[in-house]
Protein backbone atom coordinates (compact mmCIF):
# COMPACT_ATOMS: atom_id res chain seq x y z
CA UNK A 1 0.00 0.00 0.00
CA UNK A 2 2.87 2.63 0.94
CA UNK A 3 5.04 3.05 -2.21
CA UNK A 4 7.28 5.55 -0.95
CA UNK A 5 8.74 4.66 2.79
CA UNK A 6 11.52 6.74 4.28
CA UNK A 7 12.89 4.86 7.28
CA UNK A 8 15.40 6.84 10.02
CA UNK A 9 18.67 5.02 10.69
CA UNK A 10 21.09 5.23 13.52
CA UNK A 11 23.46 3.03 14.82
CA UNK A 12 21.50 1.79 17.08
CA UNK A 13 19.62 -1.94 16.99
CA UNK A 14 16.05 -0.48 16.69
CA UNK A 15 17.09 0.87 13.08
CA UNK A 16 17.10 -3.09 12.17
CA UNK A 17 13.53 -3.22 13.64
CA UNK A 18 11.85 0.03 11.03
CA UNK A 19 13.94 -1.49 8.18
CA UNK A 20 12.03 -5.02 9.19
CA UNK A 21 8.77 -2.80 9.25
CA UNK A 22 9.29 -1.18 6.23
CA UNK A 23 9.72 -3.78 3.83
CA UNK A 24 6.64 -5.48 5.49
CA UNK A 25 4.89 -2.24 4.36
CA UNK A 26 6.54 -1.64 1.37
CA UNK A 27 3.81 -2.16 -1.83
CA UNK A 28 5.66 -4.87 -4.30
CA UNK A 29 7.01 -1.81 -6.83
CA UNK A 30 7.44 1.05 -4.14
CA UNK A 31 10.39 3.08 -3.34
CA UNK A 32 12.91 2.70 0.08
CA UNK A 33 14.44 5.65 1.31
CA UNK A 34 17.16 5.09 4.10
CA UNK A 35 17.78 8.43 5.85
CA UNK A 36 20.54 9.54 8.24
CA UNK A 37 20.50 12.55 10.06
CA UNK A 38 24.12 14.36 11.17
CA UNK A 39 24.27 17.31 13.41
CA UNK A 40 23.84 20.24 12.30
CA UNK A 41 22.79 23.01 14.79
CA UNK A 42 24.17 26.42 13.63
CA UNK A 43 25.05 27.80 16.83
CA UNK A 44 27.02 25.08 17.69
CA UNK A 45 28.22 24.34 14.11
CA UNK A 46 29.40 28.08 12.41
CA UNK A 47 32.39 28.22 13.02
CA UNK A 48 32.82 24.42 11.61
CA UNK A 49 35.19 23.79 8.42
CA UNK A 50 34.14 22.62 5.44
CA UNK A 51 36.11 19.53 5.79
CA UNK A 52 34.24 18.88 9.13
CA UNK A 53 30.91 19.01 7.44
CA UNK A 54 32.24 16.95 4.54
CA UNK A 55 33.41 14.43 6.62
CA UNK A 56 30.25 14.12 8.48
CA UNK A 57 28.35 13.63 5.26
CA UNK A 58 31.07 10.88 4.48
CA UNK A 59 30.65 9.44 7.87
CA UNK A 60 26.63 9.20 7.32
CA UNK A 61 26.50 7.65 3.95
CA UNK A 62 29.05 5.00 5.29
CA UNK A 63 26.98 4.22 7.50
CA UNK A 64 24.14 3.78 5.33
CA UNK A 65 25.77 1.75 2.83
CA UNK A 66 26.95 -0.30 5.32
CA UNK A 67 23.17 -1.05 6.76
CA UNK A 68 21.53 -1.38 3.30
CA UNK A 69 24.26 -4.20 2.39
CA UNK A 70 23.83 -5.62 6.09
CA UNK A 71 19.76 -5.64 5.30
CA UNK A 72 21.01 -7.02 1.98
CA UNK A 73 18.20 -4.49 0.38
CA UNK A 74 17.46 -2.05 -2.41
CA UNK A 75 17.16 1.92 -1.15
CA UNK A 76 18.03 4.87 -1.85
CA UNK A 77 20.52 6.41 0.68
CA UNK A 78 20.09 10.15 2.11
CA UNK A 79 21.42 12.08 4.58
CA UNK A 80 20.71 15.80 5.90
CA UNK A 81 21.87 18.05 8.21
CA UNK A 82 19.76 19.16 10.93
CA UNK A 83 19.56 20.29 14.95
CA UNK A 84 17.76 16.75 15.64
CA UNK A 85 16.84 13.62 14.09
CA UNK A 86 12.67 14.15 14.14
CA UNK A 87 12.82 17.52 12.18
CA UNK A 88 15.77 16.07 9.60
CA UNK A 89 13.35 12.90 9.09
CA UNK A 90 10.85 16.08 8.63
CA UNK A 91 12.48 17.99 6.00
CA UNK A 92 13.45 14.60 4.04
CA UNK A 93 10.28 13.10 4.21
CA UNK A 94 8.99 16.31 2.88
CA UNK A 95 11.57 16.37 0.07
CA UNK A 96 11.06 12.98 -0.82
CA UNK A 97 7.01 13.22 -0.92
CA UNK A 98 6.99 9.96 1.17
CA UNK A 99 3.56 8.53 2.11
CA UNK A 100 5.49 6.68 5.55
CA UNK A 101 7.96 7.63 7.33
CA UNK A 102 9.55 4.47 9.85
CA UNK A 103 11.17 4.89 12.77
CA UNK A 104 12.15 2.19 15.36
CA UNK A 105 12.44 2.15 18.93
CA UNK A 106 14.89 2.96 21.93
CA UNK A 107 14.81 -0.02 24.50
CA UNK A 108 12.72 1.85 27.23
CA UNK A 109 9.02 0.63 28.13
CA UNK A 110 7.38 -1.82 25.66
CA UNK A 111 8.07 -0.15 22.97
CA UNK A 112 9.94 2.95 23.56
CA UNK A 113 10.22 6.02 22.96
CA UNK A 114 10.54 7.32 18.90
CA UNK A 115 14.28 7.60 17.93
CA UNK A 116 16.38 9.35 20.75
CA UNK A 117 13.64 11.17 23.04
CA UNK A 118 10.29 13.12 23.91
CA UNK A 119 12.60 15.92 21.61
CA UNK A 120 12.79 13.99 18.14
CA UNK A 121 8.92 12.78 18.59
CA UNK A 122 7.96 16.70 19.47
CA UNK A 123 10.49 17.85 16.15
CA UNK A 124 8.25 14.86 14.34
CA UNK A 125 5.19 17.06 14.82
CA UNK A 126 3.56 18.29 11.19
CA UNK A 127 5.33 15.45 9.02
CA UNK A 128 3.37 15.24 5.94
CA UNK A 129 2.49 11.64 6.21
CA UNK A 130 1.88 8.28 7.90
CA UNK A 131 4.54 7.15 10.71
CA UNK A 132 4.70 3.84 12.29
CA UNK A 133 6.62 2.81 15.02
CA UNK A 134 8.66 -0.61 14.81
CA UNK A 135 8.95 -2.27 18.14
CA UNK A 136 11.79 -3.56 20.11
CA UNK A 137 12.77 -6.81 18.35
CA UNK A 138 10.36 -6.34 15.72
CA UNK A 139 13.44 -7.59 12.76
CA UNK A 140 12.81 -11.12 14.73
CA UNK A 141 9.12 -11.37 14.32
CA UNK A 142 7.77 -13.05 11.36
CA UNK A 143 6.69 -11.11 8.36
CA UNK A 144 3.53 -12.26 7.84
CA UNK A 145 0.60 -10.69 9.38
CA UNK A 146 -2.21 -12.38 10.73
CA UNK A 147 -4.35 -9.81 12.32
CA UNK A 148 -4.34 -6.23 11.68
CA UNK A 149 -6.49 -4.03 14.64
CA UNK A 150 -7.77 -0.49 14.45
CA UNK A 151 -8.64 1.84 17.51
CA UNK A 152 -12.42 3.01 16.37
CA UNK A 153 -13.88 5.79 18.07
CA UNK A 154 -16.47 6.45 15.38
CA UNK A 155 -14.72 9.77 14.43
CA UNK A 156 -13.56 10.31 10.85
CA UNK A 157 -10.00 9.78 11.32
CA UNK A 158 -11.12 6.31 13.02
CA UNK A 159 -13.22 5.95 10.19
CA UNK A 160 -10.20 6.32 7.47
CA UNK A 161 -8.18 4.09 9.58
CA UNK A 162 -10.12 1.27 9.15
CA UNK A 163 -10.80 1.79 5.29
CA UNK A 164 -6.72 1.97 5.58
CA UNK A 165 -6.64 -0.99 7.76
CA UNK A 166 -8.44 -2.69 5.30
CA UNK A 167 -6.80 -2.60 2.58
CA UNK A 168 -3.61 -3.52 4.24
CA UNK A 169 -5.44 -6.61 5.39
CA UNK A 170 -6.87 -7.46 1.90
CA UNK A 171 -3.43 -7.15 0.37
CA UNK A 172 -1.61 -9.33 3.21
CA UNK A 173 -4.46 -11.88 3.68
CA UNK A 174 -4.94 -10.54 7.32
CA UNK A 175 -7.96 -10.98 9.48
CA UNK A 176 -9.45 -7.82 10.04
CA UNK A 177 -11.09 -6.67 13.87
CA UNK A 178 -11.39 -2.89 15.26
CA UNK A 179 -11.43 -2.12 19.38
CA UNK A 180 -13.45 0.17 20.75
CA UNK A 181 -12.99 1.78 24.46
CA UNK A 182 -15.91 2.98 26.19
CA UNK A 183 -16.29 5.54 28.81
CA UNK A 184 -18.99 6.42 31.64
CA UNK A 185 -21.10 9.25 30.00
CA UNK A 186 -21.73 11.62 32.60
CA UNK A 187 -25.91 11.50 32.38
CA UNK A 188 -24.73 8.03 34.25
CA UNK A 189 -24.53 9.68 37.45
CA UNK A 190 -28.00 10.34 37.86
CA UNK A 191 -30.37 8.24 38.64
CA UNK A 192 -31.56 5.68 36.27
CA UNK A 193 -33.50 2.09 35.23
CA UNK A 194 -30.46 0.19 35.06
CA UNK A 195 -27.33 -0.42 37.77
CA UNK A 196 -23.54 0.28 37.06
CA UNK A 197 -22.95 -2.93 35.73
CA UNK A 198 -25.70 -3.34 33.40
CA UNK A 199 -24.91 0.43 31.75
CA UNK A 200 -21.53 -0.78 31.05
CA UNK A 201 -22.51 -3.89 29.53
CA UNK A 202 -24.61 -1.86 27.43
CA UNK A 203 -22.38 0.44 25.90
CA UNK A 204 -20.16 -2.83 25.48
CA UNK A 205 -22.56 -4.35 23.25
CA UNK A 206 -23.63 -0.76 21.34
CA UNK A 207 -19.41 -0.74 20.76
CA UNK A 208 -19.44 -3.87 19.28
CA UNK A 209 -22.58 -3.17 17.06
CA UNK A 210 -21.35 -0.24 15.70
CA UNK A 211 -18.00 -2.10 14.67
CA UNK A 212 -20.16 -4.94 13.27
CA UNK A 213 -22.10 -2.58 10.92
CA UNK A 214 -18.80 -1.65 9.12
CA UNK A 215 -19.06 -4.89 7.67
CA UNK A 216 -16.35 -7.54 7.18
CA UNK A 217 -14.32 -6.86 11.40
CA UNK A 218 -14.18 -8.69 14.24
CA UNK A 219 -15.25 -6.35 16.48
CA UNK A 220 -13.78 -5.91 20.36
CA UNK A 221 -14.84 -3.45 22.88
CA UNK A 222 -14.33 -2.96 26.74
CA UNK A 223 -14.93 -0.47 29.41
CA UNK A 224 -11.47 2.02 30.58
CA UNK A 225 -9.18 4.13 29.40
CA UNK A 226 -8.55 3.89 25.73
CA UNK A 227 -4.53 3.50 25.69
CA UNK A 228 -4.32 0.88 28.34
CA UNK A 229 -7.14 -1.25 26.68
CA UNK A 230 -5.99 -0.54 23.18
CA UNK A 231 -2.64 -1.42 24.47
CA UNK A 232 -4.01 -4.76 25.79
CA UNK A 233 -5.67 -5.46 22.84
CA UNK A 234 -2.40 -5.02 20.74
CA UNK A 235 -0.88 -8.05 22.46
CA UNK A 236 -2.67 -10.25 19.66
CA UNK A 237 -2.16 -7.85 17.09
CA UNK A 238 0.86 -8.05 14.36
CA UNK A 239 -0.52 -4.03 13.68
CA UNK A 240 -2.21 -1.10 15.22
CA UNK A 241 -3.73 1.77 13.42
CA UNK A 242 -5.15 4.57 14.45
CA UNK A 243 -6.09 7.77 13.43
CA UNK A 244 -4.43 11.13 14.26
CA UNK A 245 -6.85 14.01 14.74
CA UNK A 246 -4.67 16.72 15.31
CA UNK A 247 -1.49 18.54 13.17
CA UNK A 248 1.59 16.46 12.43
CA UNK A 249 2.60 12.65 12.29
CA UNK A 250 0.92 11.59 15.62
CA UNK A 251 -1.20 14.73 16.17
CA UNK A 252 -3.01 14.57 19.21
CA UNK A 253 0.03 12.16 20.28
CA UNK A 254 2.31 15.04 21.17
CA UNK A 255 -0.13 17.06 23.38
CA UNK A 256 -0.69 13.83 25.56
CA UNK A 257 -3.28 12.20 23.56
CA UNK A 258 -4.34 8.12 23.69
CA UNK A 259 -1.55 7.81 20.67
CA UNK A 260 1.18 9.36 22.66
CA UNK A 261 0.52 6.84 25.34
CA UNK A 262 0.46 4.00 22.80
CA UNK A 263 3.58 5.04 21.48
CA UNK A 264 4.88 3.92 24.46
CA UNK A 265 2.76 0.55 25.67
CA UNK A 266 1.59 -0.71 22.23
CA UNK A 267 2.55 -4.47 22.47
CA UNK A 268 2.86 -4.32 18.28
CA UNK A 269 4.05 -2.49 15.77
CA UNK A 270 1.87 1.30 15.55
CA UNK A 271 0.98 3.03 12.66
CA UNK A 272 -0.40 6.38 13.05
CA UNK A 273 -2.30 8.56 10.21
CA UNK A 274 -2.31 12.09 10.07
CA UNK A 275 -4.32 14.62 8.08
CA UNK A 276 -2.12 14.35 5.70
CA UNK A 277 -1.75 11.04 5.20
CA UNK A 278 -5.77 10.74 4.79
CA UNK A 279 -5.12 13.46 1.95
CA UNK A 280 -2.13 11.91 0.51
CA UNK A 281 -3.63 8.33 0.30
CA UNK A 282 -5.46 9.04 -3.18
CA UNK A 283 -2.57 10.48 -4.51
CA UNK A 284 -1.21 8.31 -6.76
CA UNK A 285 1.44 10.48 -7.88
CA UNK A 286 3.04 10.19 -4.85
CA UNK A 287 6.57 8.96 -5.43
CA UNK A 288 7.24 10.89 -8.44
CA UNK A 289 8.78 13.65 -8.74
CA UNK A 290 10.83 13.79 -5.34
CA UNK A 291 13.39 16.41 -5.07
CA UNK A 292 16.79 15.30 -4.33
CA UNK A 293 17.74 14.88 -0.92
CA UNK A 294 20.91 16.47 0.85
CA UNK A 295 23.77 14.32 -0.01
CA UNK A 296 21.39 11.09 -1.70
CA UNK A 297 23.71 8.67 -2.77
CA UNK A 298 21.70 5.62 -5.37
Known amino acids: MFRNIVVGVDQHEGTRDAIA ?4 LLARDGHLTLAHVYPGDPHVYRSASPAYEAGERERAL ?23 AGRGLH ?8 DLLVVGS ?3 GLVGRVLIGDDTRAALN ?4 AVAIAPTGHRNESPLMREIGVGYDGS ?23 FKAVAMPATALTPGPLGLGEMIAALVDDARDSIAAL ?8 YGPPAEELALYSASLDLLVVGSRGYGPFGRLIHGS ?18 GARDAETDETATGGREPAVAARA
Open 106 to 108: CRR
Open 62 to 84: ELLEKTRGQEGIEAELSCIESPS
Open 126 to 129: GAPC
Open 215 to 222: GGIEPHAA
Open 258 to 275: TSQQLARIARCSLLVLTR
Open 91 to 98: SLAERQRA
Open 156 to 178: PESNHAVEVARTLANERGAKLSA
Open 21 to 24: LAKN
